[in-house]
Every structure is written in structure tokens, then in C-alpha cells.
């Protein structure tokens, strides 16, 4: 029986991915009741990150600060050329100013002849001409006065200030570099923000993690505790979900520190054990084997490996695995006969 489900395939398992690579069926191998321990890697981070950038594209002609460095709200961080800023201004005041002395000439002419119109010395056409032509003046004026201001107002997006009080946590450029409008220059760190670990945890414990719960967190020689306040609801692009830990405070935790956090698991019946699904387990004449999927590239493919098992019985959930296989690895669960030790594929999401 074990033989014939190893070698069953299935058209869907055949296909290939776009870049050729086999998509295959999977599963994962599971820890079914008891109480167990389980640690997951990340770093740390700040709770109020931000990605600081300049509204105007430029060359960087100022850099003043550097990673590591403690800046006060208001500090000036880094600047971009701005000669052609200071052109399109220098022009925009001369406009205003010309726009201006032609509003005053109109406003004393139109004073001029609604006195004489008073004194039946000039026509009810000549008035009415002074104020279309006051009119005319004044909406210029006020038009070259929004330019100017827009001008003026170009000169703060060519500039980086520190948003409030806080540090560097990263620079991304250098010195006489052209930069684009939008594109991060400085990740900033406000001060004495909380700091986070942020996690990845696979499918089959991430319905069992909740907000608010306490957990475990080594972050080097540091042994905290953390709160959880982030669980998401989709995957990170791999296989597994992201999470948010908030750490207690410590003045020795910086944003970027690797550290592993601990959460513990209840299952409801009996003592741990491991459960394999029955599709991903084949026999041959030396014993029992499935193909686990290694992980490479951050989830972009995955290399197959043929790992000898021991195995106990079987029920409803799959085979109980003595010895081979750990939690949380995955396993191919179908098309096994066009599958060989060392070959790459691709998951195929259900």
C-alpha cells in the first residue's frame, strides 16, 4: 500500500512553473498533542521607523549626518543643488513685483477716473474700463503671488530635517550623488521608541499565536520578555507568516539585532508526537523514505532531498514519524516517481 501511494501521480503535479521548474504537492510534517516549545529567528526593529526623502530630484551637495548619529527635531540632514530652485524664484519675485506695480498703476488710474466720472468730467465707458481693467490687474497679481509662493516653498523640498528627535539608522547615499524625488535617503529611529522583533512562523503554528500573548526573547546574552501585537493574516512572500513582538524595554536593544523568540504551543491530546501526511511517505526494499523540499533563495525554489524514515503506526491524522523527519519540515505529496534526490522545484500553492 505504502508503495502505491509513493508512485501515484496527478496531472496537476506535472506542471511546470514559468520557469521550468517542477510544481509539486506538499505538506508539512506536524507535532500533534502535548506541550512544546517552539523558537523562531528575526531581528529587531523600531516600533516607529521612518524612511525619510527629498520631494525634488538633485544632486546631493550636503550630507550632514551620519549612521549611528542622535539628531534633534528640526536638524538640517542633507541638501540637493538647488540652483535651478534659486532661477525659477528669482524669477517668480520679478514677475510678482512687475505684476505688482501694474496693480497700483490700475488702482490709481481706476481712482482717477471714478473721480472725474463723480464730477460727470469722464464717461460711464471710461469707468467701466479702469475696473475691467483693475480687475484684470488684481487677478494677475494675485496669480504671481502663488507662484512665488510655490517657488519659495520649493526650496524646503530640496532639504532633509529631522522630523523630531531620534537617530540614524541607515544612509543610502553619498555625497555628490544624483537622488530621485521619493527615494529613501535616511531610515530614521525616533528616540527612545520601543523596539520589535519581527518573526516568521510557519502555517501550522500560526493559528495558534494570539495578540497580546507573553513570549520568550533572546536577543544575544539579553533573555526578555515580549508581547505579541502584530499577527498577520498573510504570508511574507515565503512560507511563512509574519509576526510582531514588542520587547519589554532594555537601553541595550537596538533596531537590527538577530534574535529568537520562544512561544509555547498546547496540543489536546496525549504526548507530542510527529505526524507525516500518509501521500508523502513511499517504501522501497531498503525501508520507508520521503522527499523532504529545502528551502533555498528565500523561498524562490526549493531542492529536493530523499531522507530515510522510521514509522509508527498510522491514523486518522497520518503516520506517527519515529525518527527522520522534524517538525515543520515539508514534504512532497505527489507525482514522487518523476521526483529524484538533489532536483530543484517550485511549491504548488493549493
Do not use: W
Request: glycine share 8%.
Amino acid at each position: 500500500m505504502l508503495f502505491l501511494l509513493g508512485c501515484s501521480t496527478n496531472p496537476e503535479s506535472e506542471s511546470l512553473s514559468e520557469d521550468g521548474l517542477k510544481l509539486v504537492k506538499y505538506g508539512s510534517i506536524v507535532l500533534s498533542g502535548g506541550t512544546q516549545t517552539r523558537s523562531y529567528s528575526g531581528t529587531t526593529q523600531s516600533a516607529s521607523e521612518s524612511r525619510l526623502s527629498f520631494r525634488t530630484s538633485g544632486l546631493l551637495i550636503q550630507l550632514k549626518t551620519d549612521v549611528g548619529q542622535r539628531v534633534r527635531k528640526g536638524q538640517l540632514l542633507a541638501v540637493v543643488d538647488q540652483t535651478e530652485t534659486q532661477l525659477n524664484y528669482e524669477k517668480a519675485v520679478a514677475t510678482e513685483q512687475s505684476a505688482r506695480i501694474q496693480l497700483e498703476t490700475t488702482k490709481a488710474n481706476l481712482d482717477r477716473v471714478k473721480q472725474l466720472y463723480l464730477a460727470n468730467s469722464a464717461s460711464l465707458s471710461d469707468y467701466e474700463n479702469e475696473k475691467n481693467s483693475y480687475a484684470s490687474a488684481l487677478s494677475n497679481h494675485e496669480s504671481a503671488k502663488k507662484s512665488l509662493n510655490l517657488q519659495a516653498s520649493q526650496f524646503a523640498y530640496g532639504r532633509i530635517v529631522a522630523p523630531t528627535d531620534g537617530v540614524i539608522s541607515e544612509v543610502n547615499v553619498e555625497l555628490n550623488e544624483f537622488v530621485q524625488a521619493g527615494s529613501t535617503i535616511f531610515v530614521f529611529n525616533t528616540e527612545d521608541s520601543e523596539i520589535e522583533a519581527n518573526i516568521g512562523v510557519p502555517e501550522k503554528q500560526i493559528t495558534k499565536i494570539k495578540e497580546g500573548q507573553t513570549v520568550d526573547v533572546s536577543v544575544g546574552e539579553l533573555q526578555l520578555k515580549g508581547t505579541v501585537t502584530g499577527v498577520s493574516y498573510s504570508t511574507s512572500g515565503s512560507s511563512t507568516f509574519p509576526v510582531i513582538v514588542t520587547l519589554e524595554a532594555n537601553e541595550d536593544l537596538r533596531p537590527g539585532m538577530p534574535c529568537k523568540v520562544s512561544f509555547e504551543f498546547e496540543y489536546e491530546t496525549g504526548e507530542p508526537r510527529l505526524i507525516a501526511p500518509i501521500k508523502s511517505i513511499s517504501e522501497n526494499p531498503e525501508g520507508n523514505f520521503a522527499y523532504t523540499l529545502i528551502e533555498q533563495d528565500n523561498g524562490t525554489y526549493y531542492t529536493v532531498e530523499k531522507r530515510t524514515i522510521e514509522l509508527g503506526p498510522i491514523n486518522d491524522e497520518g503516520f506517527i514519524v519515529l525518527e527522520g523527519l522534524q517538525e515543520g519540515d515539508l514534504v512532497a505529496t505527489a507525482g514522487l516517481r518523476s521526483i529524484i534526490d538533489g532536483m530543484k522545484v517550485k511549491l504548488l500553492h493549493e
